[in-house]
């Protein structure tokens, strides 16, 4: 396999901060400053932020869609099965509990492929996760799961909106050095040069 060789980066573009940097940083502190006046936790949406900044707008549109549909999937899969197993008697016995949630990840990926959306199965396989792994005896299922839902929503609007308005500026690239010229070329120009001062000489000689 050959090794692609890529230009060096001068100290001044190594230590370059991008845009899609400074869009993640200024969706998770949004997201942030939402969840402090709302007065919850804004973990799920700085991570759905995060997870759906990409490195141009329509990429970032197209990841948050994918994050949406993956959000409801999951959501709704995690309160069918955390209802399933209080109705049964089974939602505290941990060890069952991660037996099932663990099979059923199937069903949910399978169902991403199904409607031709692969890229939001991670995301369908985490919220799920969110909603049934992180469920206490004190919590409400489908409240719990809504107020998940709202944070992951929120967090891929913030994304999407913060990657529209802000636009990209590619990186500067390094100034390309032009090469020097061959030296057989000088070699060349000089035999050419001699070559023609004999031909002066013979001339005035014959005149």
Same mark, same amino acid.
């Given at each position: ?130 909603? @049934? ?6 919590? @409400? ?55 023609? %001062? ?6 005035? %000689?014959?005149?």
């Amino acid at each position: 396999m050959e090794r692609q060789n890529t230009p060096a980066l001068s100290p001044e573009h190594r230590h370059w901060i991008g845009m899609r940097i400074i869009k993640t940083v200024v969706a998770v502190f949004f997201c942030g400053l939402l969840a402090y006046f709302r007065e919850a936790s804004g973990f799920y949406s700085m991570i759905a932020a995060v997870v759906c900044i990409q490195n141009s707008a329509g990429k970032t549109i197209e990841s948050s869609v994918n994050r949406m549909i993956g959000t409801l999937i999951g959501g709704v899969a995690g309160v069918l099965v955390v209802y399933s197993l209080d109705t049964l008697g089974v939602l505290y016995i941990e060890l069952l509990r991660y037996a099932v949630l663990s099979v059923m990840l199937i069903p949910i990926i399978k169902l991403c492929l199904i409607v031709k959306k692969p890229g939001c199965a991670a995301m369908a396989c985490i919220v799920f996760l969110c909603v @049934t792994v992180n469920h206490s005896m004190g919590d @409400t299922p489908a409240i719990y799961s809504i107020d998940r839902l709202f944070e992951t929503l929120v967090g891929v609007a913030l994304a999407c909106g913060i990657d529209i308005l802000l636009p990209y500026q590619p990186m500067p690239q390094p100034a390309q050095e032009v090469p020097p010229a061959p030296e057989g070329d000088e070699t060349e120009g000089d035999g050419a040069e001699g070559a023609e %001062e004999p031909a002066r000489d013979g001339g005035e %000689e014959h005149r």
